[in-house]
């Protein structure tokens, strides 16, 4: 049972990059997906939730209106399509998942990564001046 985080890499400023995140062993379905990131002395930033395939979506401030995140049930897969990067936007990204039910009962906050049931491994995205 597990998430894997992939698609970082090295991009220059305002190209684009697509990170994907795909469970096995369990039904991303039925998952509320946040994705994450946190830059070394830093603390960890929430910066994009789905709660369904149709939605809600939420986003950090920082990220509104350059990232989307996405999700294909079929493959079980998240996305985050991130734009017009910039140099801040360089850290180690992760995805996490928590059970929507449990999302809803204990009333998750989006962006809060403090309580999901499930981390893939970092994916680097490095964005170049």
């Known amino acids: 049972v597990q998430l894997q985080a992939s698609g970082g890499g090295l991009v220059q400023a305002g190209g684009s990059l697509r990170l994907s995140c795909t469970a096995s062993?369990?039904?991303?379905?039925?998952?509320?997906i946040v994705w994450l990131r946190q830059v070394p002395g830093k603390e960890r930033e929430g910066v994009a939730c789905?709660?369904?395939?149709?939605?809600?979506?939420y986003y950090a401030d920082s990220v509104q209106g350059r990232f989307t995140i996405s999700r294909d049930n079929s493959k079980n897969t998240a996305y985050l399509q991130m734009n017009s990067l910039s140099p801040e936007d360089t850290a180690l990204y992760y995805c996490?998942?928590?059970?929507?039910?449990?999302?809803?009962?204990?009333?998750?906050?989006?962006?809060?990564?403090?309580?999901?049931?499930?981390w893939g491994k970092g994916t680097l995205v490095t964005v170049s001046s």
């Open positions: 789905i709660v369904r395939t149709d939605g809600p979506t």
């Open positions: 062993g369990f039904g991303l379905a039925s998952h509320v």
């Open positions: 996490a998942s928590v059970s929507r039910t449990r999302w809803f009962l204990e009333r998750l906050s989006p962006l809060d990564g403090g309580r999901m049931e499930y």
